[in-house]
């Protein structure tokens, strides 16, 4: 299995981005998959996450700012950030829960 997140980059507070992971070797609909970020000097945390049944949690730094989705026809698993803050600036991977494979991490700096 592997995972190739992209879409990181600067943004200013307030800003949006989306993020996009391209599975290959698991389908990203029949796995529980998620995304995590780890900050300088932090431990990785979790971000969000979806079931198979579509069923989503996310962190409460995230709750109502951040979307994560799934496209069945790209095999993507996707994370749309909104409102951003300079305290979301990180290195985000996305994950794949089932064979517990890690994608290689998209760094988000949120910074005016």
């Known amino acids: 299995v592997q995972l190739q997140a992209s879409g990181g980059g600067l943004v200013k507070p307030g800003g949006s981005l989306t993020l996009s992971c391209a599975a290959s070797g698991s389908i990203v609909v029949f796995n529980d998959m998620a995304w995590y970020r780890q900050a300088a000097g932090k431990e990785r945390e979790l971000v969000a996450s979806i079931t198979p049944q579509d069923e989503t949690t996310y962190a409460d730094s995230v709750q109502d700012r951040f979307t994560i989705s799934r496209d069945s026809a790209k095999n993507t698993l996707s994370l749309q950030m909104t409102s951003l803050k300079p305290e979301d600036t990180a290195v985000y991977y996305c994950?794949?829960?089932?064979?517990?494979?890690w994608g290689q991490g998209t760094e988000v700096t949120v910074s005016s």
């Open positions: 994950h794949d829960q089932l064979f517990n494979s």
